[in-house]
């Protein structure tokens, strides 16, 4: 009996420990993605045995080009291994709600540096306005990157109010101003994502951009936000080339409990990459596929035909529902030329905007809109994990004019 005794005690202690071991093993688990055994005939993407890396790939980013032929010929196998691997296990968070963003990002943008609202409220509200005022009306929108159409456009709409209505009091300029400028941001653009789920498949999401904007970071700040309003996400990690962006992308799904497919092979197909994370939500019948891409020039023809190739790709499972593309405000007039190669690639459908409490230079959001015909659909105000929100007209506006 006295022998037994402490093996009885033994195996208690061992199942005590095995108990407090499963919650973590399980939290782990939540972040892994597994593939059903077979495929269909005409997948594209085949497994791979062994470990044979991806072979005549050049490794320098200014030296890759997009493979040509046909739609899928030619598109490199890639392994995806458990996405969690290597991972600390990480508590899950709960992102803020959307409303609450709201209100601390208008309170951020309101003490940011912004000159433009702030400028002209002097300017307009002063004993005489002449046409050197117009003058300074005029250089303080064009230093604030509205554009130089925008720019006349609000100077003859306000030129022409000022002068019906006679008097000039602060509050009434205040309310002028921001009539107008409410008119210039455009609140009948549709600014709503479109990550709503099909009836037999997610809504698919890729966001592009050029390198150092951001894009990783602003795709796990934007899986926040869908969480938050209670969305099945899932996380495509198509950026192979910078080092360790899978592994980047991942550590923010696992944040929120959102999984994430990536490759561990170096320079492996980010088309091939898109195609399994795209096939994976389908099985997994998730609401949203994020798919984050390697940061290119725009002036790289290969790389730009690469992205091309990426979405064309990924929309032989399904549809691409939303392009966003990242731009950094503080980049000004350069973020226009951007853009415009971007929507000529892949027909960007939104916009979002990151570092806009860095810049005084809030009319970059009327000069991308009107320059595309896009609209900005997101901006980030600072570098938290949810500081990044849907943009709102009448709330950016009235920040600018404090």
């Known amino acids: 009996m006295n022998d037994i005794l402490p093996i009885l005690l033994s195996i208690l202690a061992a199942l005590v420990v095995l108990g407090g071991l499963i919650p973590v093993l399980m939290k782990t688990r939540k972040n892994i993605t597994r593939y059903p055994g077979t495929r269909d005939a005409n997948d594209p993407v085949q497994p791979r045995g062994g470990s044979t890396a991806v072979e005549d790939r050049p490794g320098s980013v200014a030296d890759r080009t997009a493979p040509h032929g046909a739609d899928l010929e030619g598109l490199e196998t890639t392994e995806v291994p458990d996405n969690a691997a290597g991972l600390e296990v990480i508590p899950v968070e709960t992102p803020l709600p959307v409303a609450g963003r709201l209100v601390r990002l208008r309170e951020r943008l309101v003490r940011s540096n912004n000159v433009m609202g702030k400028g002209l409220l002097a300017l307009l509200s002063s004993d005489k306005i002449d046409e050197n005022v117009w003058d300074e009306v005029e ?59 099909h009836a037999d498949r997610p809504a698919v999401m890729m966001v592009v951009g050029v390198n150092g904007v951001g894009k990783t970071t602003t795709v796990g700040k934007l899986a926040r936000v869908l969480v938050a309003e209670d969305k099945d996400v899932l996380l495509g990690a198509a950026d192979t080339f910078r080092a360790a962006a899978a592994e980047q992308l991942a550590t923010w799904g696992q944040r929120v409990g959102v999984p994430t497919v990536k490759s561990d092979i170096d320079g492996a197909d980010p088309a091939s990459v898109a195609y399994e994370a795209v096939k994976a939500g389908i099985d997994q019948e998730v609401d949203v596929v994020m798919i984050d891409t390697a940061g290119r020039l725009q002036n790289k023809v290969g790389l730009m035909d690469e992205l091309r190739k990426v979405k064309r790709v990924v929309e032989k499972l399904a549809e691409v529902d939303e392009v966003l593309l990242v731009l950094d405000a503080t980049t000004g007039q350069n973020g226009l030329n951007q853009a415009r190669v971007f929507s000529e690639v892949v027909n960007i459908t939104g916009i979002v905007l990151t570092k806009l409490d860095g810049t005084a230079k809030g009319g970059i959001v009327v000069a991308i809109q009107k320059a595309l015909g896009v609209p900005v659909k997101l901006i980030g105000l600072g570098e938290g994990a949810d500081d990044l929100a849907p943009f709102e007209v009448e709330g950016f506006v009235d920040a600018l004019l404090n």
């Open 139 to 197: 250089e303080t929108l064009l230093l604030a990157d509205l554009g130089t159409e925008p720019t006349m456009q609000l100077v003859d709409a306000l030129r022409e109010r000022v002068k019906v209505l006679g008097t000039r009091t602060p509050e009434q300029v205040k309310l002028l101003l921001r009539e107008e400028l409410i008119k210039l941001v455009d609140p009948t653009m549709d600014r709503t994502l479109n990550v709503q789920r």
